[in-house]
């Protein structure tokens, strides 16, 4: 069997090639690289948290708009599965207060609950958006 040599360099050559351009290209990786994505991140914060928070957001926005009861029941049951799931993740810079806050955004939610159950969506629509008087005050408290 005859040893092909250039069967085997022309490749390695192009891998060597290919691989030095995307390195000037992009620069060598650095430890900052992974630093950038734990900086975006609030100290105590966490990904599973703010992934949380950000769908809260999306059914907070959502819900005040609601044209009927079960459009809102969907945004308010999504954003309370949200919530619990903030609860779960905690926040490590103040875990206490932020389980206070959670409390009392969960408390303020079943009040929107009870709107719903009662038939009164413009009711229910103000004590959704009042729940942002609680969100602004412990985002405050945490300077998110
Ligand atoms: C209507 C209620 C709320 C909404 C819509 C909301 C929404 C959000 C959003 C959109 C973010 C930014 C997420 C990101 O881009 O990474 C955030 C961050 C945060 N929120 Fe809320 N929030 C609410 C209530 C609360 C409450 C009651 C607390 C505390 C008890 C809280 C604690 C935090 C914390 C600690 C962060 C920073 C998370 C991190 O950096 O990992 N939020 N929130």
Redesign the pocket.
């Known amino acids: 069997m005859q040893f092909n040599l250039k069967a085997v360099l022309i490749p390695v050559a192009l891998s060597v090639v290919v691989l030095s351009t995307a390195y000037i290209v992009n620069g060598a990786p650095t430890a900052s690289d992974s630093m950038q994505a734990e900086e975006i991140?609030?100290e105590?914060?966490?990904?599973p948290?703010?992934a949380a928070?950000?769908t809260?957001?999306f059914n907070?926005k959502r819900s005040i708009s609601a044209k009927t009861l079960d459009e809102l029941q969907g945004y308010v049951d999504e954003f309370h599965a949200y919530a619990e799931k903030?609860k779960k993740a905690g926040?490590s810079?103040d875990p206490e207060?932020?389980q206070?806050?959670?409390s009392?955004?969960l408390t303020g939610l079943s009040s929107v609950q009870d709107a719903i159950n009662a038939g009164d969506l413009d009711l229910a629509k103000n004590r959704m958006k009042a729940?942002?008087d609680?969100?602004k005050q412990?985002?405050g408290k945490?300077d998110?």
Do not use: D, Q
């Open positions: 991140k609030k105590g914060g966490s990904k948290l703010s928070m950000k809260m957001g907070f903030a926040y810079e207060a932020f206070t806050g959670v009392e955004l729940l942002n609680i969100k412990y985002h945490f998110v």
